[in-house]
Nanobody, 117 residues
Framework: QVRLVESGGGLVQPGGSLRLSCAASGSIFSINYMGWYRRTPGNGREWVATIREGGSTNYADSVKGRFAISRDNPKNTVYLQMNSLKPDDTAVYYC???????????WGQGTQVTVSS
C-alpha cells in the first residue's frame, strides 16, 4: 500500500506565497513522475505541474513563472512553491506519483489553498 501525505495549504492574501509538500511512503519501488493537480468547483480538475525523476519540469500556462516544482528523491517527496498567488489559484491541490515499475498512479488526500484578502 502506498500513502501520500500532503501539507502546507492554508489561507494567504493575494500576492503571497505558500509551499506545499507531499511525501510518499509504503510499497512503492521507484517513482518516475511526481506532480500536482488542483480542483475548483467551477473549473473541475486542472493539471498544475510535473517533475520527472531526472528533474525536468512542465507547468500549466496559468502558473508558469509563479510556481516552482521540485523533488527530493531519497525522501520520495515533491514540493510546490507558489508565489504571487491570485484568487484564481484557490483550489484543493492534490499531489500524485507514478511508480516506474507498476506504472500505477497514487494520489494524496488534497490540501486546501485559499487566496483571499
Amino acid at each position: 500500500q502506498v500513502r501520500l501525505v500532503e501539507s502546507g495549504g492554508g489561507l494567504v492574501q493575494p500576492g503571497g506565497s505558500l509551499r506545499l509538500s507531499c511525501a510518499a511512503s509504503g510499497s512503492i519501488f521507484s517513482i518516475n513522475y511526481m506532480g500536482w493537480y488542483r480542483r475548483t468547483p467551477g473549473n473541475g480538475r486542472e493539471w498544475v505541474a510535473t517533475i520527472r525523476e531526472g528533474g525536468s519540469t512542465n507547468y500549466a500556462d496559468s502558473v508558469k513563472g509563479r510556481f516552482a516544482i521540485s523533488r527530493d528523491n531519497p525522501k520520495n517527496t515533491v514540493y510546490l512553491q507558489m508565489n504571487s498567488l491570485k484568487p484564481d489559484d484557490t483550489a484543493v491541490y492534490y499531489c500524485y506519483v507514478t511508480d516506474r515499475i507498476t506504472r500505477n498512479d497514487y494520489w494524496g488526500q488534497g490540501t486546501q489553498v485559499t487566496v483571499s484578502s
